[in-house]
Nanobody, 125 residues
Framework: QVQVVESGGGSVQAGGSLRLSCAAS????????MGWFRQAPGKEREGVAT???????AYADSVKGRFTISPDNAKNTLYLQMNSLEPEDTAMYYC???????????????????WGQGTQVTVSS
């Protein structure tokens, strides 16, 4: 049973930083996509940052240059370092994992099958 558990959310003032952690367990495959997604009240869920099974990363335009996704493969943990936070970053943040089809290193959003419960990030102005 694959499980992902997020931690590290909280409340900060604009300009501050937070680091989210995602502990993943229950799988042995090396070919895994992982990503961070967020959903603000009244808005659709959006991708924030993803890392493919080949280590390629991608970021939403709104967070480029401010957020960094990074894995610690030895610990099966994924991090999201968030700097220069803005009130618009306020949302519930979710970690997700998925397994891409053979021959592909990246996942479509619907291929992220395993989701954590989320961790709240609140940025005040």
């Amino acid at each position: 049973q694959v499980q992902v558990v997020e931690s590290g959310g909280g409340s900060v003032q604009a300009g501050g930083s937070l680091r989210l952690s995602c502990a993943a367990s229950g799988y042995t495959y090396s070919s895994v996509c992982m990503g961070w997604f967020r959903q603000a009240p009244g808005k659709e869920r959006e991708g924030v940052a993803t890392i493919d099974s080949d280590g390629s990363t991608a970021y939403a335009d709104s967070v480029k240059g401010r957020f960094t996704i990074s894995p610690d493969n030895a610990k099966n943990t994924l991090y999201l370092q968030m700097n220069s936070l803005e009130p618009e970053d306020t949302a519930m943040y979710y970690c997700a994992a998925g397994f891409p089809p053979y021959g592909r290193s990246w996942c479509r959003q619907y291929e992220y099958q395993y989701w954590g419960q989320g961790t709240q990030v609140t940025v005040s102005s």
